[in-house]
């Protein structure tokens, strides 16, 4: 719930989240990226509905400040959903702009 005091996980290479890291808030995403400076592959595995209000607040979210949470050794961001929708767009588009690879994988 507070990830200020989230530890560092120093041998977290492989990691699994679903939404709820980038619905609200994508600086949830981003500080848990900063405290895994191993991480190689993370997975998002977003829900068939992601609410509405989701949509529109990247666009005030400071992309420049957040990517330099990104791991070095974070090789792609694989990113599963079952419909690819205006919010999975939303998060796509963010990861692109940060300049992360990733990888877009259809779920039924």
């Known amino acids: ?5 989230c530890p560092i996980f120093s041998n977290l290479k492989t990691l699994v989240l679903n939404e709820w890291c980038v619905v609200n808030d994508p600086s949830a995403l981003f500080r848990i990226l900063s405290h895994s400076p191993v991480l190689e592959k993370l997975t998002l ?7 509405k209000h989701a ?3 990247y666009a005030i979210f400071d992309v420049v400040e957040e990517s330099a949470a990104i791991p070095k050794h974070l090789k792609i961001i694989e990113v599963q959903c079952e419909m690819v929708d205006e919010s999975v767009c ?8 940060l300049g992360v690879k990733f990888k877009l994988k259809r779920t039924k």
């Open 45 to 51: 595995q977003l829900a068939k509905y992601c609410p």
């Open 1 to 5: 719930r507070d990830l200020r005091w």
């Open 90 to 97: 939303q998060i796509l588009k963010l990861l692109k702009t």
């Open 55 to 57: 949509i529109g607040m």
